[in-house]
């Protein structure tokens, strides 16, 4: 016990704090909905699609029920399944592995760079002939740009296109953020994006959305996530979900998208902070050179086996952390059976090990952020 206890405790993402500053805004723009009564595909959608292209430069913005099923709307547009190859991090959320499994294929896992905590385009490489191997057919990768730094995209992209794979940008928990000065959203053939309340740019329940410059490709989501509908929602062209955004959540995210890129900006300089206070004592995250992160989560790495230690002392000055992620996929129940890429997941299983994320979020005031250093810097020394 020491002097801080007494203190508030913090939350780890202060979701209260950008209500209060929204108000009415989003009152307002969900009782519209209410008076219009079309609370599905209603036109708050469309009109949210296209700003949702615009902000980040994608000819097309598809909105969807969650980030999950915006990963599998597009494995399912691309005929993904039985006998097929998907390279996927071991080191993520397990929705990045799920859908590829949910369709039958195969996710290969492949480890991961410990400064981003993104995919090793160099163990993607080795995958392949594991796939090859294995008499799969390597179909597509899946990078994530996890905990919103942006993946080695162009490294990635020269692995994918030697074996002819089909990209899925994992942004679930990156959109808003910037790879060398482009935006994420027009990174390989699709991404898919989350909307879950806790991520950068999050609704008031669940909602995710996928971008693409392919025209077929954008018309085949709009189908999927209709039933698989053709001219219309009684005319069945293929196998498809129940997967719209409700009407509701996107009224309310066409209000926060209009104060997000400050929030970006405010994340940014929290990390900042965080790196000028932590970073002689702890590894701290980096962004890929002339990228913008947009900090879903920061997440330092503590060695020497002391990462739980440092948790357990944080719990008791009232500031809360989280461990993203303490078991790769592919030691997972539901995953150690799938393949593991050529050289093996040893980052992965590190990282695991390591990570520590602290609290993050658009409206962290200096003097919380001062709070949290000082008591990390203590965990860290004791
Ligand atoms: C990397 C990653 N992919 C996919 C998802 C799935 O998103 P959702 O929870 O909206 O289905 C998440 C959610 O946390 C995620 O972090």
Redesign the pocket.
């Known amino acids: 016990m020491n002097q801080h206890t007494n203190l508030p405790p913090i939350p780890f993402i202060d979701v209260a704090a950008q209500r209060r500053r929204l108000g009415s805004a989003i009152d307002s723009a969900i009782a519209r909905v209410l008076a219009h009564c079309q609370f599905i595909l209603g036109p708050e959608v469309r009109v949210l699609e296209g700003e949702l292209a615009r902000f980040c430069g994608a000819r097309h913005a598809i909105t969807c029920a ?6 599998l709307l597009v494995l399912m547009a691309k005929r993904i399944g039985p006998g097929d190859a998907v390279f996927c991090p071991a080191f ?2 397990c ?2 592995a799920e859908v590829v499994a949910l369709l039958g294929a195969t996710p290969v896992f492949v480890d991961v760079e410990p400064d981003s905590f993104n995919i090793d385009a160099t163990s993607l490489a080795a995958a392949l002939p594991t796939a090859k191997r294995l008499g799969l057919t390597p179909k597509a990768v899946i990078p ?3 905990f919103g730094l942006p993946a080695d995209h162009d490294a990635i992209t020269a692995v994918a296109a030697s074996a002819d794979l089909f990209i899925l940008d ?1 942004a ?2 990156a959109f808003g953020a910037t790879y060398k000065g482009r935006p994420l959203g027009t990174f390989g053939h699709a991404t ?1 994006t ?3 309340p ?2 950068p740019l999050g609704c008031y329940g ?3 959305a996928v971008f693409t410059d392919d025209d077929a490709l954008a018309e085949a989501f709009v189908s999927l996530r209709v039933h698989g509908q053709g001219i219309d929602k009684y005319d069945n062209v293929r196998i498809g979900l129940t997967a719209r955004l409700d009407t509701i959540q996107a009224a309310i995210l066409s209000e926060k998208l209009k104060i997000f890129p400050e929030e970006i900006v405010t994340r940014e300089e929290a990390a900042r902070r965080y790196a000028q206070g932590l970073g002689d004592l702890a590894v701290v995250p980096k962004a890929p050179s002339g990228s913008i992160s947009v900090w ?1 989560q920061y997440t330092i790495r503590i060695g020497g086996g002391r990462r739980d230690k440092v948790a357990a002392a944080l719990k008791t000055e009232g500031i809360p952390t989280a461990i993203y992620y303490p078991i790769p996929l592919h030691r997972q129940q539901a995953y150690r059976h799938y393949p593991v890429g050529e050289g093996g997941l040893a980052v992965s299983e590190r990282l695991a090990a390591e990570v520590l994320s602290l609290p993050m979020h658009g409206y962290l005031d200096v003097a919380t952020q001062a709070r949290i250093i000082d008591a990390v810097r203590r965990a860290l020394t004791r």
């Open positions: 969650s980030g999950t099923d915006a990963l993520t959320f929705a990045t994530v740009d996890l994992d679930a928990q898919a989350s909307f879950f806790a991520k669940d909602g995710g879903a």
